[in-house]
């Protein structure tokens, strides 16, 4: 299987621009924790190899709950992932982080409930940092490289991430602007959790659509002509983000510079090593073998 440094994740829009632009072609990989949403993308994109992951999976099939967050961030370890860009829609909580704006995360509020968020749930124990849940050298080349943008590019942002599939109340909406946030969606959450287990630098790049419910809707104009506004601002803002990506993997040098993200597991396993039971090790074997060796 051919080893790859790069990994995105996103909407499905862009995997057909790799195959269309890059000539990729799909891998069928195995997990411990089932398929992955979709077959990945290998391809060579602006000089360097990536891997796509179509969050989830081909024609939108998984909602958010249901994307098979563990299996997708394992396939991205398997193939050599050392680094993933990711990507999603998002609401704006702020009057200044326009639709069809681009934000670069570096801070996020875990609102979700059923979903499982570590690969360390039988048989170890391992207690990552996360107090910066975006990796700063990651999310440092998409803020290098929006400086030039054609769009607005926000240097910062907080997430929400809430379970949905429905939206929010007015009154959860006004509630997380008073915490802070920014934006919020329903999907880097457990991706960026997951992705710090793996020892991925993680960067999260939002893509505002429209104006969360805080800000009433113009009474004006009917939900039908609402959404098609809503659709075409995702159109546009995912072609800036596949601008601002280009940029980025453009600037990205290989091999990779040196990242705490991906040491994140050397002092958090727990678990006396004898202790771990083969066929756990064995299962997690792309993610702890070398913190297990003698």
């Not at 993308?41 to 989830?56: P, Y």
């Not at 170890?124 to 975006?134: M, S, T």
């Not at 942002?157 to 379970?163: F, L, R």
Request: charged content about 25%; overall charge negative; aromatic content about 6%.
């Amino acid at each position: 299987m051919k080893k790859v440094q790069i990994g995105i994740i996103g909407g499905t829009g862009l995997g057909e621009v790799l195959l269309k632009e890059a000539g990729g072609e799909t891998v069928d990989v195995a997990t411990p924790y089932g398929p992955p949403a979709g077959p990945p993308i290998v391809a060579n994109w602006e000089g360097i190899d990536v891997a796509f992951l179509s969050r989830h999976g081909p024609g939108h099939c998984f909602n958010p709950t249901m994307v098979p967050y563990r299996a997708n961030i394992f396939t991205m370890k398997k193939l050599g992932v050392q680094a993933v860009i990711a990507s999603g829609a998002t609401g704006s909580l702020r009057e200044e982080i326009r639709p069809t704006d681009l934000v670069v995360c570096d801070q996020v509020i875990d609102k979700t409930l059923h979903r499982t968020n570590t690969f360390f749930d039988e048989g170890v124990v391992a207690h990552v940092e996360f107090a910066d849940p975006f990796c700063p050298w990651l999310g440092g080349v998409l803020r290098d490289v929006g400086k030039n943008a054609d769009t607005t590019v926000h240097p910062k942002g907080t997430y929400v991430c809430m379970e949905g599939p429905q939206f929010s109340t007015r009154a959860e909406s006004q509630l997380h602007r008073q915490w802070g946030a920014d934006l919020i969606g329903m999907t880097c959450m457990p991706e960026a959790k997951l992705a710090r287990e793996a020892e991925l630098c993680y960067a999260l790049l939002a893509l505002p659509t429209d104006y969360d419910c805080w800000r009433p809707a113009d009474p004006a104009v009917g939900a039908a002509e609402l959404l098609r506004e809503i659709l075409g601002n995702l159109q546009r803002v995912s072609q800036n983000a596949l601008s601002l990506i280009r940029e980025a993997l453009k600037a990205i040098e290989t091999p990779l510079p040196p990242c705490r993200c991906r040491e994140a597991l050397k002092s958090a396993i727990w678990t006396d090593k004898s202790r771990i039971e083969p066929a756990i090790r064995e299962r997690l074997e792309p993610l702890i073998s070398r913190h297990l060796a003698d």
